[in-house]
């Protein structure tokens, strides 16, 4: 009998998509799923951080399904000083003072740090606005790393870590993999995408700013995704690529993610029947 592929799970970036990351992981854990090392970006950093933290299942649906995860991107924010003092001064503004989320983070994860995670071991993006260049952290603040990826451009400030002024690591990788092409304890990458039909136009001005990101990303992301399945075969990776589909969820109708987590459930056990079972 052959040994088990040592799998690598990249989980992407995608607007509030932390709930089917969480939903599709769950489900791989319980079919006896372990990947040797977990990625993202955005939302996906968030569901892989609490994941690689070590957390049971139960605990991150929770987080997950949770307001208090959204809300905490805002809380520090106080309006409309907020909005007028950040154009002027920052040199990146963004709409809300997300320093609210790294707190959320460390009540959930602790203080820990990347570093000390090797079960599996984590791999988060993040978009460094002075040097521009993409960050694939493997060290430093579990809960800064996860706040920081998730800080869309124009919606949030950027957030410092380790000295660098960051944002959103899926603005040019919605799936992080490049570090684990030529990691020999790896076989096969997966990367799990959260994709959401525009469907009708938003009616509220901020809904119609966030959708505008989001088609961005997606036009941005799209060929960088075709370079990383090129490369993936030049380094001799398995490399398997599976979709969940669904609208966009609201802060406004928090319900919604407990229906996102399941479709990413669902997700995650055709992909242990088509491409995974009997290796385990």
């Known amino acids: 009998m052959s040994e088990p592929s040592r799998i690598a799970i990249s989980l992407g970036a995608s607007f509030m998509g932390y709930a089917t990351h969480a939903g599709f992981m769950a489900r791989l854990h319980a079919l006896g799923v372990r990947p040797v090392a977990i990625g993202g970006s955005s939302a996906g950093a968030i569901t892989a951080g609490l994941y690689a933290a070590g957390l049971e299942q139960e605990v991150i649906r929770q987080a997950v399904l949770s307001p208090r995860l959204y809300l905490s991107f805002a809380k520090r924010t106080?309006?409309?000083?907020?909005q007028f003092i950040n154009s002027l001064m920052h040199r990146h503004p963004g709409f809300f003072d997300p320093r609210g989320a790294i707190a959320h983070f460390e009540s959930v994860v602790g203080t820990r740090n990347i570093e000390s995670l090797s079960n599996p071991q984590l791999l988060i993006a993040l978009?460094?606005?002075?040097?521009?260049?993409?960050?694939f952290v493997r060290?430093?603040?579990?809960?800064?790393?996860?706040?920081?990826?998730?800080?869309?451009?124009?919606?949030?400030?950027?957030?410092e870590f380790e000295g660098r002024m960051c944002t959103d690591g899926g603005v040019a990788h919605e799936s992080p993999i490049d570090?684990?092409?030529t990691d020999d304890g790896i076989d096969h990458i997966i990367i799990h995408r959260v994709i959401q039909p525009?469907?009708?136009?938003?009616?509220?001005?901020?809904?119609?700013?966030?959708?505008?990101?989001?088609?961005?990303?997606a036009s941005m992301n799209r060929q960088i995704l075709n370079d990383r399945i090129e490369?993936?075969?030049?380094?001799?990776?398995?490399?398997?690529i599976i979709t969940t589909n669904h609208a966009r969820p609201s802060p406004f109708f928090p319900g919604r993610l407990k229906q996102c987590y399941e479709l990413g459930d669902v997700t995650a056990q055709q992909l242990f029947?088509?491409?995974?079972?009997?290796?385990?």
């Open 139 to 159: 060290s430093g603040s579990l809960a800064t790393a996860m706040a920081a990826s998730s800080c869309v451009p124009m919606l949030f400030t950027p957030l």
């Open 273 to 280: 029947d088509t491409h995974l079972a009997g290796s385990f």
């Open 78 to 82: 106080i309006w409309f000083w907020h």
């Open 198 to 217: 525009p469907g009708k136009p938003p009616m509220m001005p901020l809904h119609r700013l966030m959708a505008t990101i989001a088609a961005t990303h």
């Open 179 to 181: 570090p684990w092409f």
């Open 127 to 135: 978009s460094d606005l002075s040097d521009h260049e993409t960050l």
């Open 231 to 240: 490369l993936a075969r030049l380094h001799g990776k398995k490399l398997t």
